[in-house]
């Protein structure tokens, strides 16, 4: 059977896709093999020492970059107990230095570092691209960490953290590094839902939410998506720490302080939007989150899962939430998804998309679509880019269901067990992005996290080895 019509044709869900070499035992072969390809990681062998480094930090940083310098500090610091000082001048002989920050920041500090480190090699080729270099051997060495952007010093930063050997009292580096990269895909994000329907989040304070979108960052993640105080969801949860609305507008705060763009998952729920009353209330709902939120780049209205409205007056309400979205966040951009919507549904959406409305700014593509995202992306007029929507959170009656898991094994783990699948993610992700611009990913916990940290990677750069990902 064609590898393609295959995955396109599972019977177990509207529109899945059962991946081969799943799960249930197939993992190790390609993994193995990449494994022998490629070679063990080589273990930390004191080559370039680095527990007496010293940071180097423009005074010139911005917030932002001087964030990316403390994630630096503070993750080394939990694993190895050895706190880095952060200095803007350093004293004469000082090594090794570690020089974090964006190219035009490092400028200022050019004179303290090697001949040629700063202005010699490739750039990166986007903002959020970055450098790592390193000179000199030893306990002689200056490590260069230099962002095209902001938030090129942070995924810098990560891209360090991932190639430093760390345990307790032992920092290091087992080999030079000499790597100049930027993503491949611009949209790399995950859906974060504070809420009671979750397995794990609606019991996270701020502070653990600030961890988390470290640990994502480090990976390339660029964006969270929130959900609203009202969905589909209970209204609270015995183990909410904060109201849900004062978490969201938490969580916008600390995904603005790292530079993430923040997205909103935001269902339409009133039962009749042909009736003015419900438009309105709507409107004024809406309007409470758009005011309160200080970042919103985003905002993305599902068809269905939950909501159940004709396009013809479910796009007239996103209409007017644009309108909405934009008195306070005049750049914020509107996308929807056709989701659950039927044949008759489906050709209503496409007569309204043809007309191109100027307030649609993409279409998603998600669980319980009629048809595979290469035909969204050819019935779609090119002035509208696609955003994945992948359900990468369940393992069994869902979007990519588990193919042949054991029946023992499918009836008691249940549909959000704990669920890497790297082979199969790397096969999804290869089918279905060339025809996007990336993804925010559904999840509800943190029971996914080896397949958000995969998806993430790969929309970095696709052709990484999955072993190469998972050994990070």
């Known amino acids: 059977m064609n590898r393609r019509c295959f995955l396109k044709n599972s019977a177990l869900y509207p529109g899945a896709i059962a991946a081969i070499g799943s799960i249930g035992g197939k993992l190790s072969d390609p993994l193995t093999k990449a494994a022998e390809s490629k070679g063990a990681q080589p273990a930390y062998d004191g080559r370039i020492n680095l527990k007496d480094a010293i940071v180097l930090a423009p005074d010139t940083l911005s917030a932002r970059e001087g964030k990316a310098v403390r994630v630096l500090v503070e993750e080394v610091e939990k694993r190895t107990e050895f706190r880095w000082p952060v200095v803007h001048r350093l004293a004469p002989g000082a090594h090794p230095v570690i020089a974090v920050g964006s190219d035009q920041s490092l400028k200022k500090v050019s004179s303290q570092l090697p001949h040629g480190l700063l202005t010699e ?81 609606d019991a996270w304070s701020v502070p653990m939410w600030d961890q988390y979108y470290r640990d994502l960052a480090v990976f390339g993640t660029n964006a969270v998506e929130l959900i609203p105080p009202w969905s589909d969801d209970e209204p609270d949860s015995p183990h909410f720490p904060l109201p849900k609305m004062e978490m969201m507008i938490q969580m916008s705060k600390l995904a603005d302080e790292y530079g993430l763009d923040v997205w909103i998952w935001f269902p339409a729920m009133q039962k009749d939007y042909s009736n003015p009353k419900d438009v309105d209330f709507s ?10 939120l200080p970042r919103i780049n985003a905002v993305f209205v599902p068809g269905g899962d939950p909501g159940h409205t004709s396009p013809k007056y479910l796009m007239a309400l996103i209409e007017k939430e644009a309108q909405n979205l934009h008195q306070y966040h005049p750049h914020a951009e509107m996308w929807m998804s056709p989701q659950s919507f039927d044949e008759a549904w489906m050709k209503e959406f496409f007569e309204n998309v043809d007309r191109q409305p100027t307030w649609l700014s993409g279409v998603a593509y998600g669980p319980q679509m009629r048809f595979g995202v290469e035909e969204l992306r050819k019935r779609l007029p090119q002035r509208y880019p696609i955003r994945l929507y992948p359900d990468i959170a369940h393992s069994i009656a869902c979007q990519f269901p588990v193919p042949d898991w054991d029946l023992a094994y499918a009836l008691t783990e ?43 990677s790969l929309a970095w750069d696709p052709e990484r080895p999955v072993i190469e990902i998972l050994r990070e």
């Open 121 to 201: 090699g490739k750039r990166p080729a986007s903002a959020e691209g970055y450098t790592l270099r390193t000179s000199g051997s030893s306990d002689s060495t200056t490590v260069l960490v230099s962002g095209a952007g902001e938030l090129g010093v942070l995924f810098g930063v990560g891209g360090l953290l991932r190639s430093l050997q760390m345990s307790k009292r032992k920092v290091g580096l087992s080999v030079p590094l000499d790597v100049t990269t930027s993503p491949k895909y611009r949209l790399r994000g995950h859906q974060l839902g504070y809420r009671p329907k979750t397995n794990a989040y």
């Open 283 to 292: 409107i004024q709902r809406w309007a409470k989150v758009f005011k309160a």
């Open 414 to 456: 249940g549909r959000e067990v704990i669920n890497p699948r790297p082979v199969d993610y790397t096969d999804i992700f290869h089918l279905d992005a060339p025809y996007s611009i990336g993804f925010l990913s559904y999840s509800e916990g943190c029971n996914d996290d080896v397949n958000k940290t995969l998806w993430s």
